[in-house]
């Protein structure tokens, strides 16, 4: 079945130490997108890829980076995880099809981030 | 003002009745309107989706919309223990844009 796979599904970090969240797709969508969604709130827009052009939101932190490496794979890295950034990072895909973007969204699992 | 708002709940439904889940957004040039489904620890699962005035119906699910009054709306009939979860709205603000707006989302719980 074609769907968004995130790894790992948890995961631990320490303070300060950098952490890497991975995403794939199997539905050759065009856009990937990262959201990041604490307890009880909203999921909270970090970046989107349409293709290779990277569209990073004016509120995200420097300390979040991403990757797309090709159409499949897309990566977050957080450079330097403080105790607020403990959350679950979602990642999510939708396809551009020309004229109105529906942008149906279908996420994957999630990856549960602690800080210690 | 909350760009995308919903009442938190709990709203509690016994088994069988109308969910009625309610959503304000703030932009009125908004385009598209979705509503997510979410149990506790998972990730969001698209219930239904709408772009013009009125309801569109889907098995038990219709979602509502109505631009004027910039609100858009869920229904859920015969509601199901099942269909307890945190239900979210979500506004895509533009024609072929890609940055969508999610509530906090609604907490329904549905007693059997």
């Known amino acids: 079945d074609a769907m968004v796979i995130q790894n790992p599904r948890y995961q631990v970090t320490q303070f300060g130490k950098p952490v890497t969240l991975s995403c794939s797709q199997t539905l050759n969508h065009n856009v990937m997108y990262w959201y990041q969604q604490k307890s009880s709130q909203a999921p909270k827009l970090l970046f989107h890829?349409?293709?290779?052009?990277?569209?990073n939101e004016a509120d995200t932190p420097d300390n979040f980076q991403s990757r797309r490496p090709n159409t499949s794979f897309c990566f977050l890295d957080i450079r330097s995880p403080g105790l607020g950034d403990a959350a679950m990072y979602l990642c999510?895909?939708?396809?551009?099809?020309?004229?109105?973007?529906?942008?149906?969204?279908?996420f994957g699992a999630g990856t549960r981030l602690s800080v210690l | 003002q909350k760009e995308v708002e919903q009442n938190s709940g709990p709203l509690s439904v016994p088994e069988g009745a109308i969910a009625s889940l309610n959503c304000t957004y703030s932009?009125?040039?908004?385009?598209?309107f979705f509503w997510y489904r979410q149990y506790s620890g998972k990730s969001p699962e698209l219930i239904m989706f709408i772009y013009s005035n009125g309801d569109k119906e889907d098995g038990r699910f219709t979602a509502q919309l109505n631009k004027a009054s910039q609100y858009v709306s869920l229904l859920i009939r015969d509601s199901q223990p099942s269909d307890s979860a945190t239900y979210l709205c979500a506004v895509n603000k533009e024609a072929g844009g890609f940055k969508t707006i999610f509530g906090a989302g609604t907490r329904l719980f549905v007693k059997a």
């Open positions: 999510a895909t939708s396809a551009k099809t020309g004229g109105v973007a529906k942008n149906i969204q279908y």
């Open positions: 932009d009125r040039g908004s385009q598209s």
């Open positions: 890829y349409y293709d290779k052009d990277f569209n």
